[in-house]
Nanobody, 121 residues
Framework: QVQLVESGGGLVQPGGSLRLSCAASGSIFSINNMGWYRQAPGKERELVATISTGGTTKYADSVKGRFTISRDNAKNTVYLQMNSLKPEDTAVYYC???????????????WGQGTQVTVSS
């Protein structure tokens, strides 16, 4: 069994910063890409950022220059540093990992439970 647990969400004023963390644990053999999606009320889930095992990153245009994704492979953890936050960044943020669990020959996506980020004055 594999679990992803997020932390770091909360309420922040416009222009502020937050750092999200997501730790994967359980029967993990290896992890490919990790990343973050978000879903605002009444909207579809959208990609925020992804990072490969080697550190190659990809960002949504709406967060480029403000958000930074990173990972610690030794800790099976992915981070999202969010700066210059805007009200439109308000959403539930979900992390995911493309993971080979022990004893399997194919990887699959595992998801965290989500953490609320609210940007408001």
């Amino acid at each position: 069994q594999v679990q992803l647990v997020e932390s770091g969400g909360g309420l922040v004023q416009p222009g502020g910063s937050l750092r999200l963390s997501c730790a994967a644990s359980g029967s993990i053999f290896s992890i490919n890409n990790m990343g973050w999606y978000r879903q605002a009320p009444g909207k579809e889930r959208e990609l925020v950022a992804t990072i490969s095992t080697g550190g190659t990153t990809k960002y949504a245009d709406s967060v480029k220059g403000r958000f930074t994704i990173s990972r610690d492979n030794a800790k099976n953890t992915v981070y999202l540093q969010m700066n210059s936050l805007k009200p439109e960044d308000t959403a539930v943020y979900y992390c995911y990992g493309d993971i080979y669990s022990v004893g399997t020959i194919t990887s699959r996506d595992y998801w965290g439970q989500g953490t609320q980020v609210t940007v408001s004055s």
